[in-house]
């Protein structure tokens, strides 16, 4: 990893507001004030990034770009078929836009996603992966359950359905590593210290979770995985790694909804099913 940049304390404040409209903009989603405070920051951020450092300002507009345009679309889970191909479409132009600019336009390729071609997973990168399955079976559905959080997701109830649940949870997390941590994380880990940008890009990575309906205590789960995440990123510069990583939350995510909606079909976890 190329050293950060010494920049100035302007620049952190430039970071700290354009990161910091994250909140503002999904937590606080359809309350006026804060969408205007969200994008205040935004701008306010910019403005002080070019004056700071060009460089920063551009990398903090790859990101600045991207979260405006996710801010006005609604990322909760919603299963229509419209829904799903709005928030597919804008997603991806989200990791597309940043990538396009960075390596062709800024000729910088900051933004990219490296995998580590012909270099085998350690040992220890494949107990994580198990250790991954185990806490999932173990705390998730705690979560989901406990919290009632699983009611942020639609019941299934068709096959095609179950078939959309399961794609859709699988494409938002590898899209969540494309673009908070090959995208976000990498543009300020050019800047700043790796904990700085690691913070950084987890309040990003659990604003926009909180709006996909992890609430309640969701983030006390999600704060660790997204720094977690960072640094196993940091470490082992295979962003195949941290999607699969994440894909395997995910199938746990995906049957604990299933269980939660449905307790008969998929009797496999030891938390006791909602009430009806």
């Not at 940043?98 to 494949?126: A, I, K, L």
């Not at 704060?223 to 395997?248: D, M, N």
Request: hydrophobic share 60%.
């Amino acid at each position: 990893m190329i050293a950060p940049r010494s920049l100035s304390r302007g620049a952190l404040v430039a970071a700290i507001l354009v990161v910091g409209a994250a909140p503002a903009l999904f937590v606080a989603r359809g309350l006026p004030v804060f969408m205007g405070i969200g994008y205040a920051a935004l701008a306010a951020g910019l403005v002080i990034a070019f004056a700071s450092d060009r460089a920063l300002g551009r990398d903090l507009s790859l990101i600045a770009v991207p979260l405006v345009a996710i801010s006005f679309i609604s990322v909760e889970a919603n299963l229509e078929w419209g829904n799903v191909a709005l928030m597919g479409t804008v997603l991806t132009l989200c990791v597309a836009y940043p990538y396009v600019m960075s390596r062709w336009v800024f000729r910088d390729h900051v933004v990219r996603f490296p995998g580590r071609s012909g270099e085998p997973w350690s040992r220890g990168e494949w107990a994580w992966l198990g250790a991954v399955l185990v806490l999932g079976y173990l705390i998730l559905p705690v979560y989901f359950i406990t919290s009632g959080s699983y009611q942020n997701w639609p019941p299934v109830e068709t096959r095609s359905e179950i078939a959309r649940l399961f794609v859709g949870v699988g494409f938002v997390g590898i899209w969540d590593e494309l673009f908070f941590i090959c995208v976000v994380f990498a543009l300020l880990r050019r800047h700043f210290p790796f904990w700085t940008a690691n913070v950084l890009q987890a309040i990003v990575f659990v604003s926009f979770l909180w709006e996909l309906g992890y609430r309640s205590w969701g983030p006390a789960l999600t704060l660790p995985f997204a720094l977690i995440q960072g640094w196993i990123f940091e470490k082992s510069r295979s962003v195949w790694y941290i999607i699969t990583v994440h894909l395997l939350f995910d199938v746990v995510v995906f049957l604990v909804l299933v269980y939660a909606h449905h307790p008969a079909w998929l009797p496999i976890f030891f938390v006791a099913p909602p009430s009806p």
